[in-house]
């Protein structure tokens, strides 16, 4: 079973940047894909990103152009790098690692806030 483990959240300004990472319990090279997904306060949670076990990406569309994710299977961990970010960027972002059986494992989630 995957555990994974969240990190880099915090309280940033309007505009600013931030780096997610994730990072798996055990190698990320057999593991059919990764992603980002966020809950907002009084929302349901939705898909920020994925990237697939060949490098493929998917985004959502209000993500495009501001957000990359990218993984480095030697240290088993994935990024999320957040840039111009925006007060509705605000929710808990959660890790995702879907296995070749399609089983979905979640990490903690970590905070993320954008507010001046």
């Known amino acids: 079973q995957v555990q994974l483990v969240e990190s880099g959240g915090g309280l940033v300004q309007p505009g600013g940047s931030l780096r997610l990472s994730c990072a798996a319990s055990e190698s990320i090279l057999g593991i059919y894909a990764m992603g980002w997904y966020r809950q907002a306060p009084g929302k349901q949670r939705e898909l920020v990103a994925t990237i697939i076990r060949d490098g493929t990406t998917n985004y959502a569309d209000s993500m495009k152009g501001r957000f990359t994710i990218s993984r480095d299977n030697a240290k088993n961990t994935v990024y999320l790098q957040m840039n111009s970010l925006k007060p509705e960027d605000t929710a808990i972002y959660y890790c995702?690692?879907?296995?070749?059986?399609?089983?979905?494992?979640w990490g903690q989630g970590t905070q993320v806030t954008v507010s001046s």
């Open positions: 995702n690692a879907k296995d070749t059986r399609l089983t979905n494992y």
